[in-house]
Nanobody, 120 residues
């Protein structure tokens, strides 16, 4: 019932910036929290940043001060501005949303993932 489509990944040199976007679509009544996770090769998926519908944010310690999460509730879209990128930020980044579809139960949805590669 809820589809998430990410965009904005790519290859960037260390110290550079990228901006990820994730748009939710479908029969959506409301979206509570939205967030970004990442998974590097051989590692578990980890939370990068999350934001509630009211704008409260939470960041992994490794990205604090470098990444900024924001959202446009009218567009059901969440963004991740990534600055001062490091090679260790290389991973597949996944969008996540806790949504309430129209006439359905609260669901957790995931995007297909977008690759971010930071070269040294």
């Amino acid at each position: 019932q809820v589809q998430l489509v990410e965009s904005g990944g790519g290859l960037v040199q260390a110290g550079g910036s990228l901006r990820l976007s994730c748009a939710a679509s479908g029969s959506i009544f409301s979206i509570n929290a939205m967030g970004w996770y990442r998974q590097a090769p051989g590692k578990q998926r980890e939370l990068v940043a999350a934001i509630t519908s009211g704008g409260s944010t939470n960041y992994a310690d490794s990205v604090k001060g470098r990444f900024t999460i924001s959202r446009d509730n009218a567009k059901n879209t969440v963004y991740l501005q990534m600055n001062s990128l490091k090679p260790e930020d290389t991973a597949v980044y996944y969008c996540n949303a806790d949504a309430l579809p129209v006439g359905w139960y609260p669901t957790e949805s995931w995007g297909q993932g977008t690759q971010v590669t930071v070269s040294s």
